[in-house]
């Protein structure tokens, strides 16, 4: 457990979002947690049948870190880091990172990019439990892969799906198994514990070559193509989740 904890720390503190606007907003980062845990909660009027995507030990690492109050749903504290921001006052700056607006690419800065706060929230997690710790990280790698604010998710919702979260839910667990099955294969893959920097790099490419290319100031952001390019940001940080809390619990 003291291995897991260490991991899980490190993750926490490497997981920053490039900030374009908003943030996921609670849709956003319930999908993301919904996406890793998809079986726990499996209602056949929703979600697709295939092998879960946390392994046992990962599964049962989380049941026992949730409170219970929970009902081992992750997905239902996955917008806890952001509750907590004026309480713990200390971890509003590990929610993003500045990019400058001509910059397409993400460059880590190993002199400027860790933060005092690394330093604070090492001290403060190994202080307490490997409960906000796993929160932390699964709201942060929704973070990671946001470069929307919340509005455009909520406008697929209504548009798309009904209005109803369970629905978009489905259709992106759907989509990982049969339109994204071998990309998502490689979604997962990472020779560490995560790979932040990856995550960092895909959102701000995506940011520039689609979301922003050619916006101006002030802009409603829509279409197809932007709903489509969420979804797959949304895809990615469901798979990337487990994928993570697998290779830290085995």
């Given at each position: 457990m003291a291995l897991c904890k260490i991991e899980i720390l490190t993750f926490a503190v490497l997981v920053f979002y490039i900030p374009i606007a908003q943030c996921w907003g609670i849709d956003g980062h319930l999908i993301v947690c919904k996406l890793a845990q998809v079986l726990t909660f499996l209602n056949f009027t929703f979600y697709t049948f295939h092998q879960p995507r946390l392994s046992k030990a990962a599964e049962d690492a989380v049941s026992q870190l949730l409170p219970s109050y929970a009902d081992n749903d992750l997905g239902s504290l996955c917008s806890w880091a952001d509750r907590v921001k004026f309480r713990y006052h200390w971890s509003s700056p590990l929610h993003f990172i500045n990019s400058p607006d001509d910059l397409c690419n993400y460059q880590y800065n190993s002199e400027h990019e860790?933060?005092?706060p690394f330093v604070i929230i090492r001290k403060r997690f190994l202080k307490y439990n490997?409960?906000?710790?796993?929160?932390?990280?699964?709201?942060?790698m929704g973070d990671i892969h946001q470069v929307w604010d919340s509005s455009i998710i909520e406008t697929a919702e209504e548009t798309f799906y009904n209005s109803e979260v369970d629905e978009l839910i489905s259709a992106l667990d759907k989509n990982i198994s049969t339109v994204w099955s071998n990309q998502a294969k490689a979604?997962?893959?990472?020779?560490?514990?995560?790979?932040?920097?990856?995550?960092?790099?895909?959102?701000?490419?995506?940011?520039?070559?689609?979301?922003?290319?050619?916006?101006?100031e002030d802009s409603v952001l829509g279409g197809r193509h932007i709903h489509t390019l969420v979804n797959l940001r949304l895809a990615q940080g469901g798979v990337r989740l487990a994928a993570t809390l697998n290779r830290i619990f085995g």
């Open positions: 860790i933060p005092a490997l409960t906000e710790a796993l929160l932390f990280l699964s709201h942060f979604w997962g893959a990472c020779s560490k514990t995560s790979c932040p920097d990856v995550y960092a790099s895909e959102g701000i490419k995506a940011a520039c070559e689609w979301a922003y290319k050619g916006v101006e």
